[in-house]
């Protein structure tokens, strides 16, 4: 197996030049501003400002998303593609709220690196440490951003540490600001010996660049006031001496962060980012899976599906399902293999994100995003190859952590609310579980928003009013085991016993207790928290 990089082939151009990441931040720390300078820089929007319009149009045509509006936060996740020098960038967006962490988390499995941006006034804040952590399961790159630096912000120095101790990582600076506050005016870039300098004039306007020789460049005293210009040496000078220099392969390893100073609202900072990205960040990498690993370069196509998405035109009820491609040259119109059903596929209609708008995918390569509008075939987990049978790993499935039972209001819609359920199911925004004894369902779900995002969009989608209750459970594992072993288990244990969407066995509960007397009385049987998707 082509495993470490020493023994690997090169790359082909096409696949080295990818650069596949998702951005994650808390709320309000400037993702979404930062997006836009993203796109605006990748020359796939025209203006600053379009991504919100059109994140708006795209939540009218979704309209269950209502709700997103109202709240503020991001519940659907999508992939944009633009280029970037000789770069090509595809941005997956990751959902903000910490109620979708599941879907983060699978949205994390089809990166290669992520841009952690904090505010610098704010520092990390509860979502940025747990999407690091997530990241950091998979020891995904991490490339920092410290936004809003025009405003008061706090000491570089503080920043720096709080990161290194609350998410203990190692951090190097890429760049240093001069003066704080309303005394910003730009940022040293110490990795390529160059003085940004910001304009605060004018929003959309990128800052200028000047070549330094060091700090002692006799230029500088032009340029900044002599205050600042001693605090920037004294400050770059204690920064080289105590952080850790810049070193590609810790970043690689996940071990190391550069952390870029920079406003996006101002343009500032962005461009070296984005520099940084695609300079030191990863190519598209080795991807897990069964029996073997998958690499890049390997010329056959195969791809994953981490993200299914309904309705997200409701005039033609079509999903489309987000496959990362791992390895090869995808051309339109190529005939995959489903793995699961081992069915063969025709993909005539692959749509790329290119951040204008959905487009019809002449060729992808790995690492990149491709959109596959199907009726449900394509599922959250299931791999596409040229045939050989590969499974991809390591996207996993949680056990939700609260679980309500649901009924339609309008008794005559019951039939339709199990469609629509199972639908949502495959999609993955929710686990339903039909009880072994009795009717209904049981709906689990990892945050409570999503139940009312659920009776919202099963309304709007299906026209089934639904109302939730609570259920007399509140924790589900998976039963696992030889085949008799859990036949006995069931039978005893029926009023606990449910089948989720794929019609695998399920323990409902109410009490931990009631977990751990099955472990004790049931060693041929397992239970577990988390089901890989297949
Ligand atoms: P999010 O997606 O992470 O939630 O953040 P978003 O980009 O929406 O930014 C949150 C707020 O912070 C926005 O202000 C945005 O304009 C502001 N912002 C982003 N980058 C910077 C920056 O570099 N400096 C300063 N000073 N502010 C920044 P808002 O008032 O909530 O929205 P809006 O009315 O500006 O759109």
Redesign the pocket.
Known sequence: MLDTPSNRPKLPAEIARRRTFA?I????????????KFLLYGGAIQMAGQV?AKGEARRTRSDFMQMEKDR?I?VSASAMSFDFKNFRFNLVDTP?HSDFSEDTYRTLTAVDAAVM?I?GAKGVESQTQKLFEVCRLRDLPILTFC?????ESRDTFDIIDEIQENLAIDVTPASWPIGLGRDFMGCYDMLNDRLELMDRADRNKIGESIEIKGLTDPKLDELIPADLLSKLREEVEMARELLPPFDQQALLDGTLTPIWF?????S?GVKELMDGIGTYGPEPQIQSAEPRKISPEETKVSGFVFKVQANMDPKHRDRVAFIRLASGHFLRGMKLTHVRSKKPMSITNPVLFLASDRELAEEAWAGDIIGIPNHGQLRIGDTLTEGEAIRVTGIPSFAPELLQSVRSTDPMKGKHLEKALMQFAEEGAAKVFKPAIGSGFIVGVVGALQFEVLASRIELEYGIPVRFEASQFTSARWVSGDRQAVDKFVNVNKQHISYDHDGDTVYLTRLQWDIDRVVRDYPEITLTATKEMM
């Open positions: 951005i931040s808390h709320p309000d720390a400037g993702k979404t501003t930062l997006t836009e919100r503020g991001s903000g941006v505010d936004n809003k630096m025009d405003r920079g406003s996006a609202i101002n500032f």
